[in-house]
């Protein structure tokens, strides 16, 4: 029911209440007003009698002449006796014995009161009578009119007030029910405003409130419910504005209840926390199971309940790299973890300077050794054929290791300073693997190699088919390599989400000191010094592998496995 609907019925039953009381008591005020019309007239007749009798001798017996003069035709008297013996009686006979009035009701009433009345049957006449009687000094005096319909409706108040009080009450329900629809109008409106909020339903703000202080009232609620949205609006949009600084920050962070449930977390968040773990996990709360944050969780108890802004920082040192951790506790109990790749970088100028002296290095051997053979051949023109095949035979595998290299060099100089030069496409991941591998298939089986993919689905992106093949065959390439024979190879996507795939790839081969970790991805750097150059590699493989994951806006980290063995930790993003 609305609130018009019941104000409407209050103030109704209210003054129909208050009308109803009003007309039955002016109702019984006519009532007895004609009553004592009635009784004025009755005792008239009986003070008339009684003076008519007082002054007459033989009174009694000539009331008859009296009585006639009286404009009531049906007018009764009874003239009784102080014992309650009737004198006379107008509607019988004179000298007609009656019995005793003693215990008549207006009789009794008389004779305490002075004046009695009473509405009852006779039983002489065996007629509904109206009594009056008066207690005189030696008799009693009665007259009575039979309660006849002109008797009765003389009784009754007058039904025309009864007709103007309904007539009132009618104009006051219409002006009532005008005054609340009035009234409610703004009241109306602003609950199905507020109903409509509360169901989420779309607003019209521009609600028109009659004008009125409760418009006027209705009207600010409904600019500032519009100022509210507003203020909301511009929060969900710089909120979304943070989440997506958040996304592609350079920074691992991670946001979580006080229950360390995972709010958001970004790439990197993922990237460093599996880099810190032993083995990947699906969901960023599990780095809170790590021994390395016991100090942090300490830090997380200790704050939620003295309810501080604090902070807390530790570094962690794992798998040859130096990690900051920070957490933060706000005052909604909330808390940010942000863990920062900190392992020191050796500065751009001294990159070059290296980099200029390992191509130098790297160009000089091959190039050393065609020379060696080639000048063998000039000095000694009688050289036997076989020999001579040797020595061009030589040459061309340095000749080929001279062009893989210099193709390593031109594919690292054009992802690092023209990234435009390779487009972008559809690509499958998953297909992209499968071609490796079969192109790999003769050496996994003169190795011994066991390749397990934990991939079983399509994985699709929009990428560099040739670049993706790249990183794919340098890791297994490097695993043939360096890591031993007879061994398995996994290869798992153990993670995606909107914008990022989570790659895994480890072997349980030989793994690498951890001093060495944070330096595999550089160019040309060699753990054995001579140990690649005599197994024909070219230094750059894990290098290629680190820029083509970096062009696809991913990450990539080493770290050896806690049972045996290498694992490379990286994402690429999926548009």
Same mark, same amino acid.
């Given at each position: 029911?609305?609130?018009?609907?019941?104000?409407?019925?209050?103030?109704?039953?209210?003054?129909?209440?208050?009308?109803?009381?009003?007309?039955?008591?002016?109702?019984?005020?006519?009532?007895?007003?004609?009553?004592?019309?009635?009784?004025?007239?009755?005792?008239?007749?009986?003070?008339?009698?009684?003076?008519?009798?007082?002054?007459?001798?033989?009174?009694?017996?000539?009331?008859?002449?009296?009585?006639?003069?009286?404009?009531?035709?049906?007018?009764?008297?009874?003239?009784?006796?102080?014992?309650?013996?009737?004198?006379?009686?107008?509607?019988?006979?004179?000298?007609?014995?009656?019995?005793?009035?003693?215990?008549?009701?207006?009789?009794?009433?008389?004779?305490?009161?002075?004046?009695?009345?009473?509405?009852?049957?006779?039983?002489?006449?065996?007629?509904?009578?109206?009594?009056?009687?008066?207690?005189?000094?030696?008799?009693?005096?009665?007259?009575?009119?039979?309660?006849?319909?002109?008797?009765?409706?003389?009784?009754?108040?007058?039904?025309?007030?009864?007709?103007?009080?309904?007539?009132?009450?009618?104009?006051?329900?219409?002006?009532?029910?005008?005054?609340?629809?009035?009234?409610?109008?703004?009241?109306?409106?602003?609950?199905?405003?507020?109903?409509?909020?509360?169901?989420?339903?779309?607003?019209?703000?521009?609600?028109?409130?009659?004008?009125?202080?409760?418009?006027?009232?209705?009207?600010?609620?409904?600019?500032?419910?519009?100022?509210?949205?507003?203020?909301?609006?511009?929060?969900?949009?710089?909120?979304?504005?943070?989440?997506?600084?958040?996304?592609?920050?350079?920074?691992?962070?991670?946001?979580?209840?006080?229950?360390?449930?995972?709010?958001?977390?970004? =790439?990197? %968040?993922? *990237?460093?926390?599996?880099?810190? @773990?032993?083995? #990947?996990?699906? $969901?960023?709360?599990?780095?809170? &199971?790590?021994?390395?944050?016991?100090?942090?969780?300490?830090?997380?108890?200790?704050?939620?309940?003295?309810?501080?802004?604090?902070?807390?920082?530790?570094?962690?040192?794992?798998?040859?790299?130096?990690?900051?951790?920070?957490?933060?506790?706000?005052?909604?109990?909330?808390?940010?973890?942000?863990?920062?790749?900190?392992?020191?970088?050796?500065?751009?100028?001294?990159?070059?300077?290296?980099?200029?002296?390992?191509?130098?290095?790297?160009?000089?051997?091959?190039?050393?050794?065609?020379?060696?053979?080639?000048?063998?051949?000039?000095?000694?023109?009688?050289?036997?054929?076989?020999?001579?095949?040797?020595?061009?035979? =030589?040459? %061309?595998? *340095?000749?080929?290791?001279?062009? @893989?290299?210099? #193709?390593?060099? $031109?594919?690292?100089?054009?992802? &690092?300073?023209?990234?435009?030069?390779?487009?972008?496409?559809?690509?499958?991941?998953?297909?992209?693997?499968?071609?490796?591998?079969?192109?790999?298939?003769?050496?996994?089986?003169?190795?011994?190699?066991?390749?397990?993919?934990?991939?079983?689905?399509?994985?699709?992106?929009?990428?560099?088919?040739?670049?993706?093949?790249?990183?794919?065959?340098?890791?297994?390439?490097?695993?043939?390599?360096?890591?031993?024979?007879?061994?398995?190879?996994?290869?798992?996507?153990?993670?995606?989400?909107?914008?990022?795939?989570?790659?895994?790839?480890?072997?349980?081969?030989?793994?690498?000191?951890?001093?060495?970790?944070?330096?595999?991805?550089?160019?040309?750097?060699?753990?054995?010094?001579?140990?690649?150059?005599?197994?024909?590699?070219?230094?750059?493989?894990?290098?290629?592998?680190?820029?083509?994951?970096?062009?696809?806006?991913?990450?990539?980290?080493?770290?050896?496995?806690?049972?045996?063995?290498?694992?490379?930790?990286?994402?690429?993003?999926?548009?």
């Amino acid at each position: 029911m609305t609130l018009n609907k019941r104000l409407f019925l209050y103030f109704f039953g209210t003054f129909f209440l208050l009308t109803a009381a009003i007309t039955f008591f002016q109702y019984q005020r006519e009532k007895e007003f004609r009553t004592e019309q009635l009784d004025q007239l009755l005792s008239t007749y009986n003070n008339t009698i009684c003076k008519y009798i007082q002054e007459n001798k033989n009174a009694i017996s000539s009331i008859d002449n009296l009585i006639k003069y009286f404009p009531d035709s049906t007018l009764r008297v009874t003239l009784i006796d102080l014992n309650g013996n009737v004198m006379y009686e107008n509607s019988v006979k004179y000298g007609t014995i009656l019995e005793n009035h003693a215990h008549r009701p207006e009789i009794i009433s008389a004779s305490k009161y002075i004046t009695g009345k009473a509405f009852r049957l006779s039983a002489t006449t065996n007629i509904n009578y109206y009594y009056l009687a008066h207690k005189h000094e030696h008799f009693y005096i009665r007259t009575a009119l039979p309660y006849n319909l002109s008797l009765s409706n003389t009784l009754k108040a007058n039904t025309l007030f009864l007709y103007f009080v309904a007539f009132i009450l009618l104009i006051a329900v219409v002006v009532l029910f005008y005054i609340t629809k009035s009234f409610t109008n703004s009241i109306d409106r602003l609950w199905k405003f507020t109903d409509r909020v509360e169901k989420g339903e779309k607003i019209d703000t521009s609600i028109q409130f009659p004008k009125d202080e409760l418009g006027d009232l209705s009207r600010n609620i409904v600019q500032l419910y519009r100022t509210m949205e507003e203020a909301k609006d511009e929060v969900n949009h710089e909120r979304e504005k943070l989440s997506k600084h958040i996304l592609i920050s350079q920074e691992g962070l991670g946001f979580f209840s006080a229950n360390k449930k995972e709010i958001l977390t970004n =790439r990197y %968040f993922i *990237q460093y926390a599996s880099v810190l @773990a032993d083995s #990947q996990f699906d $969901s960023s709360e599990k780095i809170f &199971e790590l021994l390395e944050f016991a100090e942090i969780n300490e830090f997380i108890t200790e704050s939620l309940l003295h309810e501080n802004l604090t902070r807390k920082r530790i570094l962690v040192e794992k798998n040859g790299k130096v990690f900051n951790i920070r957490c933060i506790v706000f005052q909604d109990n909330t808390f940010e973890i942000s863990i920062n790749d900190i392992t020191a970088q050796e500065h751009e100028n001294e990159l070059k300077r290296q980099l200029t002296q390992n191509i130098s290095h790297e160009l000089k051997t091959p190039v050393s050794s065609i020379m060696g053979y080639m000048e063998s051949i000039l000095q000694n023109p009688d050289i036997d054929t076989d020999r001579q095949r040797f020595y061009i035979e =030589r040459s %061309f595998v *340095q000749a080929q290791r001279l062009s @893989a290299l210099l #193709q390593d060099i $031109s594919i690292l100089n054009k992802i &690092e300073e023209s990234n435009q030069l390779f487009e972008r496409e559809n690509c499958d991941v998953a297909q992209t693997i499968k071609d490796v591998i079969n192109d790999v298939q003769l050496e996994i089986e003169e190795k011994g190699f066991t390749i397990i993919q934990n991939i079983s689905k399509p994985l699709l992106m929009e990428g560099n088919r040739s670049l993706l093949y790249s990183v794919f065959r340098n890791l297994i390439d490097n695993a043939l390599s360096y890591a031993g024979n007879n061994l398995t190879l996994e290869i798992n996507c153990y993670r995606e989400d909107g914008y990022f795939y989570y790659f895994s790839f480890s072997d349980n081969g030989i793994g690498i000191p951890e001093e060495y970790l944070g330096k595999i991805f550089e160019r040309f750097y060699r753990i054995d010094k001579g140990r690649s150059r005599k197994l024909g590699g070219t230094g750059l493989g894990l290098s290629i592998v680190k820029n083509a994951v970096h062009f696809h806006k991913g990450n990539i980290s080493a770290k050896n496995s806690s049972t045996g063995g290498l694992i490379f930790i990286f994402s690429l993003r999926k548009f």
